[in-house]
């Protein structure tokens, strides 16, 4: 797609000589490099409340953030308005971080190859269709059992279209979607006390796939079977014990254990846990942690980066020796690696930085069953709510929301939502048996750091920890 | 200064499509950031934007639109977005706007904006940034690195009009000034941060005093142990505290209420909490955070006493969770700009006790001081509590040694009903506030 073909050209008029001449305004007082990030995103939220289609909202965000970056400092001004005088009175704003003479600028800007990990969509999709979705996804969850009282539901999509221009040369627009559907289910037994359950999911996928696996009576069925389950529940145990975790979603383990701690803007500062740690062992041997932004239609995946870099496979962890960092352009020069195609945004509004995209482990070679047999007495873990870690200490949490005790190799009673906390650079050396069975999530994860949020993956085979701290009630 | 005249013509324009009712949403704001570290400026960023939202009604059918584009032809492209929106949407019988006569705005100088905010030089925001982190930094040779230490200021103004005849706007401003400092001893590192936020340049604390209690909490956090799991009293102080103040507020939102999605649902005019806790929300405290003439519904800001000694008084309403239950609207109403009005609250906080933090240490013991908490594991729905914790063994009646990679746990009804002691310092960072607070028993799990 040829630049005159993207929305900025079309709506806007924006050219390639306008690019250019933006950034040589943005190195007028010098600086060693300089990007221009164009944002046009349309959204829509369909959602229904005691089957009310209660909330519908539409609307466009559309802006263009300018940096200009002089040795470690960052000049950054944005504005919302595309006409050419605001666009340049940002670059002059954010060319204020560097003093100098004017950085003459190359040969121009050109496009470089790019995969497709998402589809084109065409806009068939109607309102109606996505209200539908809701609809259907609040009649199974109340269909599903009698106890379920209140449901939830809603439906998010949008397509941002981006275009990147820096002035190391390069261009680049892409077109990225994103959907998610959610049902969020509030079951009681006999007017006791209510129980909530949770379920959904989506990527960067056809309107139209929300069918089969990813059908509202799917998520609907599995929000309220939470519900249902959490009615039975027990005080969650506390204290330390085996911890074995499900395939899929409990894979936010390693976004907090490791992802996070090994982002390279941390590293080159040395304020992480893993700051000069590369080539020491971290994890069991079982252990491989890879990063992967490449893989199709996955939530967290991208043709390219924020910064115009295309997206790889990162591997982290190999064999339990941790290999790399995650980097954006900055951190990459300062540490004298090349970036990783990890640098991200949340909107124009924000300077990109070192982000994960989908972050999983590699299966070994248990049976999940077997590997729930060997334990004697500990918790297992089949979904999640949020985690968080502070990277300096290294200690993270993360919030099991459906658990169940193992007792005798068997699991027995489920039990109530629990904190588990451990520490970053020591917790995955108790890996003591992986699963066969790597499953990624089903596509809601969201990842906030330094009060951006963008959408992430994570995922996981089924994985014993012999040592953990459960943060239960039932001392 | 944004302009009122674009939402009051948003509004008209609704009506002229067909709405029978309609509400409109300004806010528009300057932002300017600058960040340093090790010594050295890392990051100016400076820009402005605006962003309007209209809802409107379509007899009892709510669509909703937004846009960055304020300009005639953007406005029209929202207008008939939200009408076609409605279109789709079901027939709510409590769909609506607040009564006329809830409609209105607080009178009197709530001191939101300061002058000196918009006319600080960036050098001087800079040099700031630098002094409080360089106070850090000199505090102790353990400090041996920082993440930095920023500036920040805004600039912005709101406004909102209905088809009811509202139309009203106000200016905010305010800064903020923190470092986060990274201490280390025997290899191990630590990290804390210490901040200061005001409406006005001249309410900021100085910066060097902001350095030293970043460095302060920073070193206070080396050589920490993980405790053995036990059951023991546990002071929050008033950094933590106030997160529980924030789980208060969830827990008597209309909106849970009316869905039986929180712990407190059904309880209301009983006992909820100990004797010791009074919690208020008031939005009319002049120069705090979460002071506002009106609500995001044109409603005005008032004085609301949610527990009164214990007693559960009454929910937080917007005008629909209120028709929903059969109330009147507390003028909670809260949204970005665009959608349905959801709950906020203004400045949200528990009355102080009689307590210094010193006495209430001395006289507990022995139990768990905690200054830092993370992770999610509240659920508003059950009330059960677990969550991550760092912070200060107390044994004899004093700090013995700072402890972390633990969880704090129990259950939301019973810790409230549990608080023994609530402290005689209140401080806003923010719009929620709480003194330090005891909670008699907890389970602290580790080792």
């Given at each position: ?5 993207s ?5 806007f008029g924006?050219t ?5 001449n ?6 007028h ?6 990007d ?12 229904i409340?005691?089957?009310i289609?209660?909330?519908a ?15 470690e ?6 504005s ?9 009175h940002?670059?002059?704003?954010a ?10 600028d190359k040969?121009?800007?050109s ?7 998402y ?23 109340r269909a599903w ?8 539901a809603?439906?998010v999509?949008n397509?941002?279209?981006v275009?990147i221009a820096?002035?190391?040369?390069a261009?680049?627009h892409?077109v ?25 999911g ?22 309220a079977?939470?519900?249902i ?8 145990p506390a204290?330390?014990?085996t911890?074995v ?10 976004h ?5 701690g090994?982002e390279a803007?941390f590293?080159r ?5 893993f ?9 069991s ?5 890879v990063?992967n932004g490449?893989?199709?239609n996955?939530?967290g995946s991208?043709?390219?980066d ?7 496979e990162?591997?982290l ?5 941790l290999?790399?960092?995650?980097a ?8 004298n ?6 640098g ?5 509004q ?8 989908n ?9 999940p069953a077997?590997?729930i047999?060997?334990v ?9 709510g949020?985690?968080?870690v ?11 929301s ?6 005798d190799?068997?699991l ?6 629990a904190?588990?906390i451990?520490?970053g650079p020591?917790a995955?050396?108790?890996v003591?048996m992986?699963?066969n ?7 809601i994860?969201?990842c906030?750091?330094?009060?951006q949020?963008?959408p992430?993956?994570?995922g ?6 012999d040592r953990?701290t459960?943060?239960?009630t039932?001392? | 200064?944004?302009d009122?005249?674009?939402?009051v ?9 067909g709405?029978t009712d ?6 528009d ?6 960040r340093?570290r ?10 402005g934007?605006?962003?309007a939202g209209?809802r409107?009604l ?11 584009d ?9 207008v008939e977005?939200?009408?076609?929106l409605a279109g789709?949407?079901t027939?709510?019988?409590f ?7 809830e409609?209105g ?9 300061s002058?000196?905010?918009?006319s600080?030089?960036?050098r001087?925001?800079i040099?700031?940034a630098?002094?409080a ?6 505090a102790?040779?353990r400090i041996?690195n920082?993440?930095g230490?920023?500036?920040?200021s805004?600039t912005?103004?709101r406004a909102?009009?209905n ?8 200016r905010?401003?305010?800064c903020?000034?923190?470092v ?9 590192m ?5 901040f ?5 340049h ?13 460095a302060e909490?920073?070193?206070r ?10 059951k ?11 997160t529980?103040v ?8 209309g ?17 909820a ?6 919690v ?31 007693v559960l008084?009454?929910?937080?309403l917007?005008?629909y ?6 109330m009147k ?10 959608g349905?009005?959801?709950i906020?609250?203004?400045?949200f ?9 010193q006495?209430?240490?001395?006289g ?9 908490l993370?992770g999610s594991g509240?659920?508003i729905?059950?009330?059960?509590y677990?969550r ?8 004899g009646?004093?700090?013995?040694y700072p ?8 259950k939301?009804?019973e ?9 005689s ?8 506030a709480?003194?330090?607070l005891?909670?008699?028993?907890m389970?602290v799990s580790?080792r």
């Amino acid at each position: 797609m040829a630049l005159s073909e993207s929305l900025f050209a079309r709506k806007f008029g924006i050219t390639a000589h306008d690019l250019e001449n933006w950034l040589g305004e943005a190195l007028h007082s010098g600086g060693d490099y300089a990007d221009l990030y164009f944002e046009y995103v349309e959204n829509s939220s369909i959602s229904i409340d005691e089957s009310i289609i209660k909330s519908a909202v539409r609307g466009v965000s559309l802006g263009v953030g300018v940096r200009v970056v002089s040795g470690e400092r960052t000049g950054y001004a944005y504005s919302d308005d595309l006409s050419a005088e605001k666009i340049r009175h940002a670059c002059r704003v954010a060319a204020a971080i560097a003093s100098g003479p004017a950085k003459v600028d190359k040969t121009g800007l050109s496009e470089g190859p790019k995969r497709s990990v998402y589809p084109l969509l065409d806009g068939s999709f109607t309102l109606q269709d996505r209200v539908a979705l809701v609809e259907r996804a609040d009649r199974a969850a109340r269909a599903w059992d009698h106890r379920v009282f209140q449901v939830q539901a809603s439906f998010v999509d949008n397509v941002r279209h981006v275009l990147i221009a820096t002035s190391d040369g390069a261009m680049t627009h892409d077109v990225q979607p994103l959907s998610r559907l959610g049902v969020r289910v509030l079951a009681r037994e006999n007017g006791g006390r209510p129980q909530s359950g949770y379920a959904g999911g989506g990527g960067r996928i056809p309107l139209e796939a929300f069918t089969g696996d990813r059908s509202p009576e799917t998520w609907a069925a599995e929000a309220a079977r939470q519900a249902i389950t959490q009615l039975e529940a027990v005080d969650a145990p506390a204290g330390e014990m085996t911890v074995v975790l499900g395939p899929g979603w409990p894979g936010i383990l390693l976004h907090e254990a490791v992802g996070h701690g090994l982002e390279a803007d941390f590293n080159r500062k040395g304020v992480s846990a893993f700051s000069g740690r590369i080539g020491q062992k971290v994890a069991s041997e079982l252990c491989t942690v890879v990063d992967n932004g490449t893989i199709q239609n996955r939530r967290g995946s991208l043709n390219v980066d924020d910064e115009g870099v295309p997206t790889q496979e990162n591997v982290l962890i190999e064999n339990g020796v941790l290999r790399g960092y995650l980097a954006d352009k900055l951190s990459g020069r300062l540490l004298n690696a090349a970036s990783t195609g990890s640098g991200r945004r949340e909107n124009y509004q924000n300077i990109p930085m070192p982000r994960m995209t989908n972050t999983f482990m590699l299966s070994g070679e248990s049976d999940p069953a077997d590997i729930i047999r060997s334990v004697p007495r500990g918790l297992y873990c089949a979904n999640f709510g949020g985690g968080q870690v502070d990277i300096t200490s290294g200690n993270f949490v993360f919030a099991a929301s459906e658990s169940y005790l193992i007792e005798d190799g068997r699991l027995t009673r489920p039990v109530r939502g629990a904190t588990l906390i451990g520490n970053g650079p020591e917790a995955l050396k108790y890996v003591s048996m992986v699963g066969n069975d790597l499953r990624l999530d089903e596509g809601i994860g969201i990842c906030g750091k330094e009060g951006q949020s963008v959408p992430v993956g994570v995922g996981i085979p089924t994985m014993k920890i012999d040592r953990m701290t459960v943060g239960g009630t039932a001392a | 200064m944004i302009d009122v005249q674009i939402a009051v013509d948003a509004v008209r324009l609704a009506l002229e499509r067909g709405a029978t009712d309609a509400e409109c949403t300004l806010a528009d704001g300057d932002e300017f950031s600058a960040r340093v570290r090790m010594r050295e400026l890392e990051t100016l960023k400076e820009a402005g934007s605006q962003a309007a939202g209209l809802r409107v009604l379509m007899g009892r059918r709510a669509g909703s639109g937004y846009t960055s584009d304020l300009t005639r032809e953007g406005v029209r492209q929202m207008v008939e977005s939200a009408v076609e929106l409605a279109g789709i949407a079901t027939e709510d019988p409590f769909a609506g706007l607040p009564d006329d006569n809830e409609l209105g705005s607080w009178d009197g100088d709530l001191k939101l904006w300061s002058d000196d905010v918009a006319s600080l030089e960036a050098r001087f925001k800079i040099d700031e940034a630098l002094a409080a982190e360089q106070a850090a930094l000199a505090a102790d040779e353990r400090i041996v690195n920082s993440e930095g230490a920023s500036f920040d200021s805004w600039t912005g103004g709101r406004a909102f009009a209905n088809s009811r005849g509202f139309a009203g706007a106000y200016r905010t401003s305010s800064c903020s000034l923190s470092v986060t400092p990274v201490a280390r001893q025997d290899g191990r590192m630590e990290r804390d941060y210490w901040f200061s936020l005001a409406r006005s340049h001249a309410g900021l604390e100085p910066a060097a005093e902001v350095g030293r209690r970043a460095a302060e909490r920073a070193l206070r956090r080396l050589g920490s142990r993980k405790l053995p799991t036990c059951k023991v009293p546990v002071i929050f102080e008033p950094r933590t505290a106030r997160t529980l103040v924030g789980h208060i507020f969830e827990a008597v939102n209309g909106d849970s209420v009316y869905r039986s999605a929180t712990f407190l649902a059904g309880r209301l005019g009983e006992r909820a909490a100990s004797e010791q806790v009074t919690v208020v929300d008031d939005g009319t405290i002049p120069g705090l955070f979460g002071s506002s003439p009106f609500d995001d519904e044109g409603v005005p800001s008032r004085r609301t006493v949610v527990i009164e000694r214990g007693v559960l008084k009454t929910w937080l309403l917007n005008s629909y969770a209120a028709r929903r239950l059969g109330m009147k609207t507390t003028g909670n109403a809260a949204r970005g700009v665009a959608g349905n009005a959801s709950i906020g609250h203004g400045n949200f906080f528990l009355e102080p006790g009689d307590k210094s933090e010193q006495e209430i240490v001395r006289g507990i013991g022995r139990g768990l001081y905690v200054t830092e908490l993370i992770g999610s594991g509240v659920n508003i729905v059950t009330g059960d509590y677990s969550r991550g914790a760092a912070g200060l063994w107390i044994e004899g009646g004093e700090f013995a040694y700072p402890v972390s990679e633990i969880t704090i746990a129990g259950k939301l009804p019973e810790m409230l009903t549990g608080i023994t002691q609530v402290g005689s310092e209140l401080e806003f960072r923010g719009s929620t506030a709480s003194p330090a607070l005891v909670i008699g028993e907890m389970t602290v799990s580790g080792r």
